[in-house]
């Protein structure tokens, strides 16, 4: 293995308060150095994922106190490793690396991560800039299909079925002979699925969308739903739906309260409940987690992959994520770090 030089500092993206791009600025710090069981990534990429959104404005699970370093996941190089068996074995590899517990977020240039969880390796062939997108989206597309069959389930709703998600869990269902029916809110969203190959994709924003909804609802017999939005789509959704239906909650774009009707709770028998990528992971065992892992670094090449529109160095993130936010759909938006 060749010998990384380490530099003294670092550049790191550093959100000063929960109000939005405009509170990141950009700083040096000193480069981290492993403990036991650790490893220094110096991460090349990563993604601007709508987790990473609400993280800026306070709406994601953590809120730690400011200033933090956002980022939800990432991929790099193991360039330095603590001491312990794990952490060596990670030395010279490329990882993917989560924005979840010791270190924090990744964009930084250097980032320490604990071997337990904090770094998945990447397959040789997998380019650092896929390996960046290898986490949040295609091992949630891959839950929801696990989900999905484990419940018996031959189709399936799905909101913002045109995202970068919403396109690997249609392309990863029509594989595995789930029928999907996709609500996305523009007829620009409508057409990309088509093209794709969805069959059944229904802009919210019609006229008659709920009847259009209910109807291919009991045509295809869907039970279940896996909604992003949240607020008053949730209750259309199990509206829709035949009785004893559920809808899982995994995000809440339409910053709203979820709404649903008593009626359709008590005497329907429809239920809500929720998703989050990271416990349901740690609720599966080690064996199936690495199944899990292994399965997804072999779709990636085809069902999984994300499309790149745009790279930034991480100095241009505020107009990077202006840039997103614009146009959501039409790609990926990567940060360079390095």
């Known amino acids: 293995m060749r010998k990384i030089k380490i530099p003294d500092t670092m550049t790191v993206a550093v959100l000063n308060s929960y109000s939005g791009a405009d509170a990141l600025s950009i700083e040096q710090r000193p480069v981290p150095t492993p403990g036991r069981n650790e490893v220094l990534v110096k991460v090349a990429y990563a993604p601007i994922n709508p987790s990473d959104l609400a993280t800026l404005t306070g709406y994601y699970g953590f809120k730690n106190p400011t200033p933090i370093v956002p980022g939800g996941e990432g991929a790099g190089e193991v360039v330095s490793a603590g001491p312990g068996v794990m952490a060596r074995y990670f030395l010279g590899k490329k990882v993917a690396c989560t924005g979840w517990g010791k270190g924090g977020g990744v964009w930084s240039e250097y980032v320490v991560k604990s071997v337990k969880g904090g770094v998945l390796t990447l397959n040789k062939s997998l380019s650092l800039e896929q390996g960046a997108m290898s986490i949040i989206n295609p091992l949630t597309a891959c839950a929801f299909i696990d989900i999905s069959k484990k419940g018996g389930h031959k189709a399936i709703l799905l909101t913002t079925a045109a995202s970068s998600l919403g396109q690997k869990v249609n392309r990863l269902g029509r594989n595995e002979g789930i029928q999907i029916v996709n609500v996305v809110r523009r007829d620009a969203q409508v057409d990309l699925l088509k093209a794709q190959g969805a069959d059944i994709v229904l802009n919210s924003n019609e006229a008659g969308f709920d009847q259009q909804l209910h109807d291919a609802c009991h045509q295809t017999n869907t039970r279940l739903a896996f909604d992003a939005v949240a607020g008053p789509l949730t209750n259309q959704l199990l509206k829709a739906m035949p ?61 999984l992959k994300s499309e790149i529109r745009k790279i930034y160095p991480i100095q241009e993130v505020k107009e990077a994520i202006r840039d997103y936010t614009s146009q959501m759909t039409g790609g990926k938006v990567l940060l360079r770090l390095s």
């Open 243 to 303: 009785q004893n239906s559920k809808v899982t909650v995994f995000s809440a774009l339409s910053r709203q309260a979820v709404q649903a009707s008593p009626d359709l709770l008590i005497f329907e028998n429809k239920m809500i409940d929720n998703f989050w990528l990271g416990p349901w992971i740690s609720k599966q065992n080690l064996l199936k987690t690495m199944m899990l892992w292994k399965r997804a670094q072999k779709q990636i090449p085809n069902h």
